[in-house]
């Protein structure tokens, strides 16, 4: 059975044909997995609460007899299990009472060094405390908390401490780096941290050759691989080594009610990362996290796009970001392309970015059809809405490239209904010279930021009734190599000194309409080769 919609909603604008017949009143669902009644108690199977004993063997055999027997409910009742790596099967709901923690070891010898996935590419990892690949009808359910040991696993660097936090790390041992500004754990760790490359591994390598810097691979706290019908619904997720949440290759997936708590400094500890899943609920769920926030990914590089699945038809509502580096984010690992995404009904706060999208050269891919409406951001610390094909690089070469199938693409954005109370910068639009972004149309947006707007090797850019209210007017909209960008009722709060800087030979077709100038100092200033005849401006 299709879950339906919480909501019908008017259709905010008449989408062309590229969105597969999705639409505001009819959007993408997940089926749900289906599950027998029978339920097995692990402490049936021998587990003992209290955080002493590991029970990883009893609660291991309640979930492989449970599917043996054709699935039902595997119960951790309220109370403390200590466990090592869970590994779910078809079938199988992991359900947590209230009142119940699965508090996994940081005993790193229970995790074996095992071929998996980190950051869009295949690497070794440690085995993650919960795992499933290749499932059909999963969940792990029930207000329980699941904790994964995180601060045993993660570095830390120093300038993310108190200085008493900083004394207790380093009295507990491990190792500091050579600047003494890097906690490492372990000397394993260490190892792992300083070696050259050491993630850049393809499929096939030899895990015995990383046994001597094992400790460096973290796991992500859980993850469901090539599964279909999958539900997490309730639970609280929290301290993970790295990632938290990581869905790879799902089918028919939901993620409703759950929390996400990792750490501010939890160094790559994203909250949830949907990589090249289809048919995709994501709902009524609060994040913190100490990396992105709700992320799309799909792959890095030639491996991703070798493997060629998009994260695709994918709804993100009603969630809260509380922290994060970016609220909903898509990338930088997007070499498999994003496709018919609708997000709406979300609130960030706090996050370093708002709706943060993210590729880099290198990367191929194609980002598009991408829905979002009904925001609301608080207190961002950058940027509100970012579009960055320069992500992680140092000094953005403006000289073209040839166009490869390494060349990343953003098209066919739809962004309205969207309010941000403070950030430091309103909107950057940052295209590539041999690939300009396409088709970023915001409708209906209000943003409070110190800094105005930014658009950069883009094209068919469309701004439309969009208020940014701005200390820094100088100018207020900078607009480099741009084509055909529209202006529409753009209103300000304060008198810009100028409100548009335009400059770059390729910059044609930038139009300003109906748009009251009549407090500005000085509507346009052309500079780097742009014509005059590159603004129109019209009532």
């Known amino acids: 059975m299709k879950m339906t919609s919480l909501f019908c909603l008017p259709l905010m604008m008449a ?8 639409s505001w009143d009819n959007l993408p669902t997940a089926q749900l997995p289906v599950f027998k009644k029978d339920t097995f108690n692990i402490v049936a199977y021998g587990a003992v609460e209290g955080g002493k004993k590991l029970n990883t063997t009893s609660i291991n055999n309640a979930i492989n007899t449970c599917s043996a027997k054709g699935g039902g409910v595997v119960l951790i009742p309220k109370g403390e299990w200590l466990t090592g790596p869970v590994v779910l099967k078809s079938n199988v709901n992991l359900h947590l009472n209230s009142g119940a923690v699965l508090q996994f070891t940081d005993d ?11 950051e869009g590419h295949t690497s070794p990892r440690n085995e993650s405390p919960v795992f499933g690949k290749d499932l059909t009808n999963v969940a792990i359910t029930g207000e329980g908390i699941i904790d994964g040991h995180g601060e045993a696993w993660r570095p830390m660097h120093k300038g993310k401490t ?32 300083t070696t050259k490359d050491v993630e850049s591994s393809n499929p096939g390598f030899n895990l015995n050759a990383y046994e001597r810097m094992k400790d460096f691979f973290r796991p992500n706290l859980v993850v469901l691989n090539n599964c279909k019908k999958v539900l997490l619904q309730n639970t609280t997720f929290r301290n993970s080594p790295a990632w938290c949440l990581h869905l790879i290759l799902c089918t028919e997936l939901t993620v409703s009610g759950v929390k996400v708590n990792n750490a501010w400094n939890a160094q790559n500890g994203d909250a949830i990362d949907v990589e090249s899943c289809k048919d995709v609920v994501v709902e009524n769920s609060t994040f913190n996290a100490g990396d992105d926030g709700i992320c799309v990914k799909s792959g890095k590089n030639e491996e991703g796009r070798k493997r060629g699945v998009p994260t695709e038809n994918m709804v993100v509502r009603n969630c809260v970001v509380y922290r994060a580096h970016g609220g909903f984010v898509i990338g930088s690992e997007m070499s498999g392309g994003a496709k018919n995404i609708y997000v709406y009904n979300c609130r960030f706060v706090g996050t370093d970015i708002g709706l943060r999208f993210k590729t880099t050269r290198g990367r191929g891919g194609v980002v598009e059809n991408i829905f979002i409406k009904d925001l609301s951001m608080k207190d961002i610390v950058r940027e509100a809405i970012l579009f960055d094909m320069y992500y992680g690089v140092k000094g953005k070469k403006k000289e073209a490239l040839p166009v490869t199938e390494a060349t990343p693409q953003f098209k066919n954005f739809y962004v309205s209904n969207i309010n941000c109370d403070g950030a430091e910068k309103a909107i950057v639009i ?40 701005s200390e820094e007017t100088n100018p207020l909209i900078h ?44 509507v346009a200033y052309f500079s780097n080769g742009t014509s005059e005849q590159a603004l129109i401006i019209s009532k």
């Open 15 to 22: 989408f062309s044909s590229f969105a597969q017949n999705y």
């Open 108 to 118: 790193k010898k229970q995790y074996q060094l095992v071929q998996g996935d980190f």
């Open 430 to 469: 940052r295209g590539l010279p041999e690939m300009s972004i396409k088709g970023i149309h915001l409708s209906d947006v209000t943003l409070n930021a110190r800094k105005g707007v930014e658009i950069i090797e883009a094209e068919a850019i469309s701004l439309t009734n969009v208020t940014v209210i």
């Open 479 to 522: 607009v480099d190599n741009g084509i055909n960008v529209t202006l529409n009722n753009f209103k300000f709060a304060a008198n810009p000194v100028l409100l548009l800087g335009i400059e770059g030979s390729k910059s044609s077709g930038i139009k300003l309409v109906k748009t009251d100038t009549a407090t500005v100092g000085k």
């Open 162 to 193: 108190t200085p008493s936090e900083w004394e207790s790390l380093v009295a507990s041992g491990g190792v500091l780096s050579e600047d003494k500004k890097t906690w490492y754990p372990s000397e394993s760790f260490a190892i792992g941290a």
